[in-house]
């Protein structure tokens, strides 16, 4: 059984083919640039040569075209038919307050993604169009929409409430939503099972650091807690958004800067986090390099990320009265040994000790807390795509 996995952007299409009988990738591939001049395709097949296919996509529709015709070609592709997909799954940003699981696609569907593009104004548009241009390319066959806010759906209100007027949650379901939650599931359900834990009480903070940066807080297996807000703002400082900030920061730059509230946005979400502290690059290896090179504001900037890290988990454990295993993952957790080091030097309070020898390791799972630590400390590389996949097989089996 083969499951094509969609992940559909403003002006991208990213897709996994995944064979469910080993849970392999049979092929890959990236559409850049769909509706812009100069839009490409990049496609990979297990086993054979990268492709990159230059033409023009002016939508999704076409997009998803050409992906099917990579995946049957000749050379490259590994499919004689699409009959040979069983069905596609879309990771779709923001399911609002109505999905709290994955969900066969139907109109009904289709009308709340569509509601909730307030929410997610980049993606679900993109999201929705990737869907119906897989129901146009491909008639009849199941697609699954994968929610990256249904992990956040069991925070109780205590988490998820802002402390606003209540009017503004009850008028435009203001609140906490959290993101990234296919990666937070998949991570926390594998810490449970890699550290042997107990699947209905288990304890376990999860830190996806990428160029995007989370934290969730779940017992056995449900959020209780998440970083992000009612948007992927809120939170830890990252690649180029500022985390959490007094609001007041907004006005005060505002008045003295005359901006506007979209310009204020777009610096908090896209000039501000380790690129606007660093001045030198929203990417973590950069500014580990620029800062061992002596760079003092490189430095800062690794300690300011860290340090949110930290709070964090503090805050988390405290919130859960306790933790039994903390998972890092994503570009920066699962490849920057030094910053886990960093991190866990500080969680001595909570019996957290790992062995820094083991930690060195990269993009591989593996426990990185010594026997006598208090609290199982691992590296768990994420695997968003699969989880999508494992989701849809199981609703369409
Ligand atoms: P996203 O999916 O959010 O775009 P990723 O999970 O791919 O991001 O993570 C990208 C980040 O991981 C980049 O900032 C990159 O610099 C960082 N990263 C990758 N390898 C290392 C490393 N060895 N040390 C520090 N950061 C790293």
Redesign the pocket.
């Known amino acids: 059984m083969k499951i094509l996995v969609i992940n559909c952007g403003s002006s991208s299409l990213k897709y996994q083919l995944i064979d469910m009988v080993d849970e392999s990738v049979i092929a890959k591939g990236l559409c850049e640039r769909i509706g812009i001049e100069g839009s490409k395709l990049t496609h990979s097949a297990a086993g054979k040569d990268k492709v990159v296919i230059t033409k023009d996509m002016p939508t999704h529709k076409t997009a998803i075209e050409l992906v099917m015709e990579a995946l049957q070609d000749e050379n490259h592709g590994v499919i004689k038919s699409t009959d040979e997909i069983s069905a596609i799954g879309h990771r779709v940003l923001h399911g609002g307050m109505k999905f709290y699981k994955s969900i066969v696609v139907n109109e009904e569907v289709k009308d709340v993604i569509r509601e909730c593009f307030d929410l997610g104004p980049l993606h679900n548009p993109a999201n929705l169009m990737g869907i119906e241009a897989c129901e146009a390319a491909m008639p009849g066959k199941p697609n699954v929409a994968v929610f990256d806010t249904a992990f956040g759906m069991t925070m109780p209100p205590k988490a998820y409430k802002y402390a606003i007027p209540e009017e503004y949650f009850e008028k435009y379901s203001i609140r906490r939503y959290g993101f990234h939650g296919t990666s937070h599931n998949f991570v926390s359900g594998e810490a449970i099972k890699f550290a042997g834990l107990d699947p209905e009480t288990a304890k376990v903070i999860v830190c996806?650091?990428?160029?995007?940066?989370s934290v969730s807080a779940s017992i056995g297996g449900k959020c209780v807690d998440t970083s992000m807000g009612l948007t992927p703002l809120e939170g830890l400082m990252m690649?180029t958004r500022s985390g959490d900030i007094d609001p007041a920061v907004l006005q005060f730059i505002m008045n003295k800067e005359g901006k506007d509230i979209n310009e204020m946005l777009n610096i908090l979400n896209k000039k501000s986090g380790?690129l606007g502290m660093s001045g030198i690059s929203?990417?973590?290896?950069?500014i580990?390099n620029a800062a061992e090179a002596g760079n003092e504001r490189a430095a800062i900037t690794l300690d300011a990320f860290f340090y949110r890290i930290i709070k964090y988990i503090g805050a988390y454990a405290a919130a859960m009265n306790g933790v039994d295993a903390i998972a890092f993952t994503?570009?920066?957790?699962?490849?920057?040994?030094?910053?886990r080091r960093k991190i866990c030097e500080s969680l001595s309070y909570l019996g957290v000790e790992i062995d820094t020898a083991v930690n060195k390791v990269?993009g591989v799972k593996t426990m990185i807390s010594t026997p006598n630590s208090k609290v199982k400390v691992m590296l768990l590389p994420?695997n968003e795509e699969l989880a999508i996949a494992r989701d849809t097989l199981a609703l369409v089996k």
């Open positions: 996806h650091l990428g160029n995007g940066s690649g380790a929203s990417d973590f290896r950069d580990t994503a570009g920066v957790g699962e490849n920057d040994a030094d910053g990269r994420t």
